[in-house]
């Protein structure tokens, strides 16, 4: 939640205000309606609550242009939110404590091919 109220502000001094109202609006989205991450295993966690912080950000954004990836990920929601939670519960190799191995870390902090090809279709 910090990290997200941090980049409101930070965009909000760089000039986006647009960008940081709409990423303000989205956090509360995101509280009320109960999506911050679980302590359990199965549970939404930090890969669901960012998310849900990019649904309703581009749901807020959406007559800036993000209307059509606002529709993507809501249609495919439960697709995401299973492929999310699907992945929690075992240990994984990072190749590193301190100095992880990026593409390990990526493929286990990006593990839903649905969100990914969404957010990559920007």
Do not use: C
């Not at 807020?60 to 439960?78: H, K, Q, V």
């Amino acid at each position: 939640l910090g990290e997200f109220l941090a980049l409101a502000v930070s965009l909000e001094k760089a000039g986006a205000t647009d960008l940081a109202n709409a990423l303000d609006a989205a956090t509360g989205t995101l509280l009320e309606n109960g999506k911050s991450p679980s302590r359990r295993v199965g549970e939404l966690d930090n890969r669901g609550s960012h998310f849900y912080l990019a649904l309703y950000w581009a749901q807020e954004l959406a007559g800036d242009g993000y209307g059509t990836l606002a529709e993507r990920l809501a249609a495919d929601e439960e697709q995401i939110v299973a492929e999310l939670n699907g992945v929690q519960g075992e240990s994984v190799d990072l190749g590193g404590y301190y100095f992880v191995d990026r593409d390990k870390a990526t493929e286990v902090m990006r593990p839903s091919r649905t969100f990914n090809d969404a957010i990559g279709s920007l």
